[in-house]
């Protein structure tokens, strides 16, 4: 049974940091493209950022570019997004996503499995 497993979101002001950890169970983790997604209260989940299951492709949002960092240790079968500079448009549940033999898609329809996610607020 695939499990991913966020952890690491909360509360944080403006200007502030969090990382995201999402943890991989019951797949061989090292063949999977790992995404972050975001969803906002009656918004569309939205694409945040994606790293190939070979680490090499890695792609963020415009809106996050410079700002979030994405990351694995396959060694522990995690994926981590590191959020500074955070702002209140950044509040949102975050997902975790799971593409078999992905290269980097955006689109959450080429993702297989998906975490329960892990609410992001940041306060002005």
């Known amino acids: 049974q695939v499990q991913l497993v966020e952890s690491g979101g909360g509360l944080v002001q403006a200007g502030g940091s969090l990382r995201l950890s999402c943890a991989a169970s019951?797949?061989?983790?090292?063949?999977?493209?790992m995404g972050w997604f975001r969803q906002a209260p009656g918004k569309e989940r939205e694409f945040v950022a994606t790293?190939?299951?070979?680490?090499?492709?890695?792609y963020y949002a415009d809106s996050v570019k410079g700002r979030f960092t994405i990351s694995r240790d396959n060694a522990k079968n995690t994926v981590y997004l590191q959020m500074n500079s955070l702002k209140p448009e950044d509040t949102a549940g975050y997902y975790c996503?799971?593409?078999?033999w992905g290269g980097g898609a955006t689109s959450p329809d080429r993702y297989d499995y998906w975490g329960q996610g892990t609410q992001v607020t940041v306060s002005s």
């Open positions: 996503a799971a593409d078999l």
């Open positions: 790293i190939s299951y070979g680490g090499r492709g890695i």
């Open positions: 019951g797949l061989t983790f090292s063949r999977y493209a």
